[in-house]
C-alpha cells in the first residue's frame, strides 16, 4: 500500500501544478468569439453588421496599460462596440485606470455604448439636480457613451436602435421601483431622480414610429432567464417590446466550469433553490426564448463574490464580435 502511495502521490501532485499553471495563462489570454446572428427583417443595408461586445472586465489587466486587448480591438473592424457591465470590480472601487486606459487606447468608438453592472460605480451623484458620476463623466470624456434611453446607428436609411432594456419594458415610468429583478441605486426614489428617468422613458416613444425594417437591441448587464421573460410578459405594469436581440454579460459563462459538465455556477437569483448546476443552454452564447434571441458574453474578468475563488477554471475570458445576418444570408 505504501508503494501505491508513493507512486500515486506525486502523479497527483503534477496533475495538480499542471492544472494551476494551465489556469494562470488561460486566466491571462483572450479569445475572439465570433456569433453570426440571423435576423429575419433585416434590410440589406445592415447585413453584416458588426457589433463587438466587452464585459465583466472587473478591473482585469491584460498586458501592460491593457496593450494585448487594445491591439485586438484595433484589429477589428466594427460597426459599434458596446460595454455590458461590470468594467470595476465594486461598486465603491475608484481604480478607474484599468477600464479608462483601455478606452484611450481604442481607435474606433464612433458608436461606443456602455450599460453599467452591479459592481460598478452609481451613474449619478443626486443632490438638488441629477449629474452624471465621476466615473461616468470620465469615461464619456474618453469617448464611451453612457446608454440611457435609446441610441440609434443610421446605415444608409436604415437603424440599429440600441435601448436601455430595463426601461424599455417600463408600461410607465412609475412602475420603476416596483420592478423585480434588477439592482436598484440608493437614490431610487429620488424626485429629481424619478424625473429624469420619465424623460429619458419619453425618448423611448421615438420607437413606435421607427422603421419596420430598423433592428431593435436592448443591452443590459443582467440575462434575462426564461423565468423573469414569463413575469414580465404576464406583468399587467410591464412590456415586452419586439426585440430583435438582447445583449448581456454577469454570468462569466459560469465562472468555474468543468469538462463534460459545463458551468457549476451562476449569479441568478431567479432560479429557485439557488444557481448551482444551471441549464447550459442559458449561461453564454446564443439562445432563443419566447420568439426573442439573447446574447450572452462569457466576459474578461472573474469576480470575488468568494475571494479565494477569484478565478476562471476551463473558461478562457472572451470578447465578442456579433454579426447581424438576414434570413438569406444566415442559413
Known amino acids: 500500500m505504501r508503494k501505491i502511495r508513493a507512486k500515486?502521490?506525486?502523479?497527483?501532485?503534477?496533475?495538480?501544478?499542471?492544472?494551476?499553471?494551465?489556469?494562470?495563462?488561460?486566466?491571462?489570454?483572450?479569445?475572439?468569439?465570433?456569433?453570426?446572428?440571423?435576423?429575419?427583417?433585416?434590410?440589406?443595408?445592415?447585413?453584416?453588421?458588426?457589433?463587438?461586445?466587452?464585459?465583466?472586465?472587473?478591473?482585469?489587466?491584460?498586458?501592460?496599460?491593457?496593450?494585448?486587448?487594445?491591439?485586438?480591438?484595433?484589429?477589428?473592424?466594427?460597426?459599434?462596440?458596446?460595454?455590458?457591465?461590470?468594467?470595476?470590480?465594486?461598486?465603491?472601487?475608484?481604480?478607474?485606470?484599468?477600464?479608462?486606459?483601455?478606452?484611450?487606447?481604442?481607435?474606433?468608438?464612433?458608436?461606443?455604448?456602455?450599460?453599467?453592472?452591479?459592481?460598478d460605480p452609481a451613474n449619478y451623484q443626486i443632490d438638488r439636480t441629477v449629474e452624471k458620476?465621476?466615473?461616468?463623466?470620465?469615461?464619456?470624456?474618453?469617448?464611451?457613451?453612457?446608454?440611457?434611453?435609446?441610441?440609434?446607428?443610421?446605415?444608409?436609411?436604415?437603424?440599429?436602435?440600441?435601448?436601455?432594456?430595463?426601461l424599455s419594458i417600463l408600461k410607465d415610468p412609475e412602475y420603476m421601483g416596483s420592478v423585480r429583478g434588477i439592482s436598484k441605486p440608493d437614490y431610487m426614489n429620488e424626485e429629481s431622480y424619478l424625473l429624469q428617468q420619465e424623460t429619458l422613458w419619453e425618448e423611448l416613444s421615438s420607437l413606435e414610429d421607427r422603421d419596420e425594417a430598423d433592428v431593435l437591441i436592448a443591452l443590459n448587464h443582467y440575462p434575462i432567464p426564461d423565468i423573469r421573460i414569463d413575469h414580465i410578459q404576464a406583468n399587467p405594469e410591464l412590456v415586452w417590446p419586439d426585440y430583435d436581440l438582447i445583449m448581456a454579460g454577469h454570468y462569466h459563462g459560469g465562472q468555474i466550469r468543468l469538462p463534460f459538465i459545463g458551468a457549476l455556477f451562476i449569479p441568478e437569483p431567479w432560479y429557485e433553490p439557488n444557481s448551482l448546476f444551471p441549464p447550459q443552454g442559458r449561461v453564454k452564447g446564443l439562445w432563443e426564448y419566447s420568439d426573442t434571441k439573447q446574447y450572452v458574453s462569457a466576459g474578461l474578468g472573474s469576480s470575488g463574490a468568494v475571494p479565494f475563488m477569484k478565478f476562471r477554471l476551463f473558461n478562457p475570458p472572451e470578447i465578442n464580435l456579433v454579426i447581424l445576418r438576414g434570413a438569406v444570408n444566415g442559413q
Do not use: C
Open 8 to 119: 500515486i502521490l506525486p502523479i497527483l501532485f503534477l496533475i495538480f501544478l499542471v492544472i494551476v499553471l494551465y489556469t494562470v495563462w488561460d486566466n491571462n489570454r483572450f479569445i475572439i468569439a465570433r456569433q453570426e446572428i440571423k435576423i429575419d427583417h433585416l434590410p440589406e443595408q445592415l447585413n453584416g453588421f458588426r457589433i463587438l461586445q466587452v464585459s465583466d472586465l472587473h478591473e482585469k489587466q491584460f498586458g501592460e496599460n491593457q496593450n494585448r486587448l487594445i491591439e485586438s480591438i484595433n484589429s477589428i473592424d466594427y460597426d459599434a462596440i458596446v460595454f455590458t457591465g461590470d468594467m470595476l470590480d465594486d461598486v465603491e472601487s475608484t481604480n478607474y485606470d484599468s477600464f479608462f486606459t483601455l478606452i484611450e487606447g481604442i481607435d474606433n468608438k464612433e458608436n461606443a455604448l456602455y450599460i453599467p453592472g452591479n459592481t
Open 133 to 166: 458620476s465621476e466615473f461616468i463623466q470620465g469615461m464619456e470624456e474618453r469617448g464611451v457613451q453612457l446608454l440611457e434611453s435609446i441610441y440609434s446607428v443610421p446605415v444608409d436609411g436604415k437603424n440599429v436602435h440600441f435601448i436601455h432594456f430595463e
